[in-house]
């Protein structure tokens, strides 16, 4: 299977990551409680996939390389969606965003769009660890060729502005990724972020 950003792989054997003698504490407490991790942006090392640990809080990230051969599970965002994983949903507690991606993929379903949830929300509904909270942001990653068309994304925009929850809504292209915000904003030029940094384009 090919791996993609934002995909999420389980791992049978975290000490298998490139640096795992140097993993802090909270990331093997992370890990241990749910041994997933994501593909992050940057480039293959041979077979050494750059994946990401995430923590309690934003502020518990670690960027780490993971051989191939380690991996025991793929989900990607756009499986979430086709799913529709969101019905095993806690109902009291994220009834809010429930309603928003059932909403949401009926919107993509009509314009014929592959999507997914990302972020704390796609984690969640991967793993099964509580992630969210109730007023936790909520990322979507939509993907389009490029260039993009301005008119469904701006109908993307604003369908998003009806719902009481923040949505950051990312456009993964095959040239990279630029904030769905960013790019309906921008007049002129966009930055976009690639396997090899933020690159500006004209649009």
């Known amino acids: ?14 000490s298998e990551l490139t640096d795992s003698e140097l993993i802090p504490e909270w990331a093997v407490a992370a890990l241990q409680r749910a041994p997933w991790v994501v593909v992050r942006r940057g480039h ?19 960027a780490s390389y993971l051989p191939r051969n380690c991996i025991v599970d793929v989900v990607s965002p756009e499986q979430l969606a086709m799913t529709k994983s ?13 309603e928003m991606l ?12 592959r999507w997914g949830p990302i972020g704390s929300l796609g984690f969640e509904l991967t793993t099964g660890a509580p992630t969210l909270h109730a007023t936790s942001d909520i990322d979507l990653i939509i993907y389009s060729q490029y260039p993009i068309c301005r008119e469904t994304m701006q109908q993307i925009y604003h369908f998003n502005k009806q719902f009481d929850i ?15 915000s ?14 090899n940094g933020p690159k500006l384009e004209y649009i």
């Open 1 to 14: 299977m090919e791996l993609d950003v934002h995909y999420l792989l389980k791992i049978h054997d975290f």
């Open 44 to 62: 293959w090392i041979i077979d050494l996939i750059p994946v990401g640990i995430r923590g309690a809080n934003r502020s518990q990230r670690l």
């Open 86 to 98: 969101w019905n095993s949903m806690d109902c009291a507690r994220l009834a809010h965003i429930r």
């Open 102 to 113: 059932e909403q949401s993929s009926q919107l993509y379903d009509s314009l014929n769009i």
């Open 166 to 180: 923040k949505l950051d809504v990312i456009i993964e292209t095959n040239i990279g990724a630029v904030s769905l």
């Open 182 to 195: 960013e790019y309906i904003h921008s007049r002129s030029s966009v930055l976009f972020k690639t396997h």
